[in-house]
């Protein structure tokens, strides 16, 4: 919950974000302002170009009064003057508007080179404050990472994990072991087979041997040799020492 919390906030807060809403606004601002500037040198033009039409119908006047006079017709001059005062006196009205509206174009073209000034200044700041905002959140990724790396956490689950293998190994080695010893046993149960067929081979061979002496033995031959040589033997002699 923590985490999401903090990574609204961040979201709401975004550096990079908010700089180019504020690029976005201040380019959008240029922009009407530069409108309003072409507005103003337009209404500057118009003013200029009827104070000049105004001053060009005032030196016509001014002509035809004077081409009256050469006529000698004094009454047609003064009234042509009176048609050039009417003209010169729109003439002066529109210059003081000219005058001023130019006054005010220079001053709108200065602030509109300040803006764009400005807005230029900003493109260089946000460049480096987004430089040094994605600087900083590296930053903040290695040092997380080394603190999730340095915790107890980490190196106690590498500790099971090596106690795991370990027993893996062990395991292992003991099915390894123990299909040996069965190897073995089958091999000891296939020479104890051979050898108690060579025991029963051995008996029967004794059994052979024994009935073989057994019929000697029972000759009557050396049955009766044996008896007359125990008939032709002397008796013992008797000692013939003084006893104490």
Do not use: C
């Amino acid at each position: 919950m923590r985490s999401n919390i903090n990574e609204l906030i961040n979201r709401a807060e975004d550096p990079e974000k908010m700089l180019n809403q504020v690029l976005v606004d201040m380019k959008q601002q240029l922009i009407e302002a530069k409108k309003q500037v072409a507005i103003a040198i337009a209404d500057e033009k118009r003013i200029k170009k009827q104070w000049e039409q105004e001053a060009a119908k005032a030196a016509e006047w001014e002509k035809k009064a004077m081409l009256a006079l050469k006529a000698g017709d004094e009454n047609l001059a003064r009234a042509a003057l009176q048609r050039k005062g009417d003209h010169d006196e729109v003439a002066s009205q529109l210059k003081d508007q000219w005058e001023a509206q130019k006054n005010s174009v220079e001053q709108l073209k200065v602030a509109l080179r300040g803006l764009d000034a400005k807005i230029e200044e900003a493109k260089r700041k946000r460049n480096l404050l987004v430089s040094r905002q994605k600087r900083a959140e590296a930053q903040r990724t290695i040092n997380e990472t080394l603190s999730s790396i340095n915790s107890t956490s980490a190196f106690d689950t590498f500790g099971r994990m090596s106690e795991r293998v370990t027993q893996l190994e062990a395991e292992a080695e003991a099915t390894s072991e123990i299909g040996g010893v069965l190897e073995e046993g089958s091999l000891e149960s296939q020479f104890k087979a051979l050898e108690a067929g060579n025991v029963d081979d051995q008996l029967e061979a004794l059994k052979r041997k024994m009935a073989l002496t057994a019929g000697k033995s029972e000759d009557p031959r050396q049955l009766g040799s044996g008896r007359a040589d125990a008939k032709s033997a002397p008796p013992p002699r008797k000692s013939s020492a003084p006893t104490t």
